[in-house]
């Protein structure tokens, strides 16, 4: 499963989180510390190296509503919603939540989700027995898109079992959508947690393809809330030259070139689309 993410530009820009071997935020990296793999070509003369500026966090709650999830798993789901709301990081006008079941999403509240309202909105929100998973992914990424404040980085915080039953779109339209709004998955898995199913393959792959993290949700709110704080100080932004103009899609990886230790989150590739002559 891949997403995509066009562009046109001789420049890759990319965003990307790392931790130690303990799973620990890295407070100092070097630009020698990593070397960029795009598309089996190493990259190690950059542009650009920084520690991301953002300070904030722009989030969307994606809450699956199907009735073999949402009566069993809505006390969990509040108490995350009740932890992003207390947190400073987060505007007041930055918290957005919307459910999916049935034919199409439903916005329960929009950047106007602080405290109980929020929870009351969550609480009366009614099961239905269809999962458009896909769907909803792609409606809450161009939601972000839409209304992203470039001071903010965008996270969608998404509550499901990973099982899609009626999308129109596939995952790979899902993904295309997340990577262009620049934000990161943040999967909490719903389902089963004596097995590996098919649905949490595709959390997986979906927090893995934009940069995000997967959780299973007996780990609790505050491992959830925790990883997403966590990953906004320790975010790095590296820009490097375009070292091919092969069209198509252009997988990427992050990887450590002294301490073998560290390991990198980034999404996972680029389409690049050569220039018309």
Not at 94 to 99: E, G
Not at 197 to 213: D, H, I, K
């Amino acid at each position: 499963m891949s997403g995509t993410y066009h562009s046109t530009v001789s420049e890759v820009r990319l965003t990307f989180f790392t931790t130690d071997q303990h799973a620990q935020g890295r407070a100092q990296l070097k630009k020698d510390d990593f070397a960029v793999v795009d598309n089996g070509l190493v990259v190690r003369d950059f542009r650009s190296f920084s520690r991301s500026d953002v300070t904030q966090l722009d989030v969307l709650l994606l809450v699956d509503s199907s009735k073999s999830v949402l009566p069993r798993f809505r006390q969990e789901i509040t108490d995350v919603l009740r932890l992003v709301s207390q947190t400073t990081s987060i505007a007041d006008d930055h918290i957005s939540i919307v459910s999916f079941g049935g034919m199409e999403p439903r916005i329960l509240c929009a950047g106007n989700c602080r405290g109980a309202p929020a929870e009351a909105q969550l609480a009366a929100a009614t099961a239905d027995g269809q999962t458009p998973l896909f769907d909803a992914v792609l409606f809450a990424a161009n939601f972000l898109a839409k209304h992203h404040d470039p001071a903010a980085r965008p996270v969608l915080i998404l509550f499901s079992d990973g099982e899609d039953t009626i999308s129109r779109s596939s995952a790979s339209d899902a993904i295309a959508a997340v990577l262009t709004s620049e934000a990161q998955i943040y999967a909490v898995d719903l389902g089963n947690a004596q097995s590996l199913s098919n649905g949490t393959v595709t959390l997986q792959n979906m927090a893995a393809a934009t940069g995000g993290r997967y959780f299973a949700i007996r780990e609790g709110a505050v491992k959830v809330l925790s990883s997403v704080l966590e990953d906004l100080h320790t975010g790095y932004i590296v820009t490097y030259r375009l070292p091919s103009r092969t069209a198509g899609f252009h997988w990427v990886r992050i990887l450590p070139t002294r301490n073998l230790n560290l390991q990198f989150r980034c999404r996972r590739g680029y389409h690049y689309a050569s220039a018309v002559r």
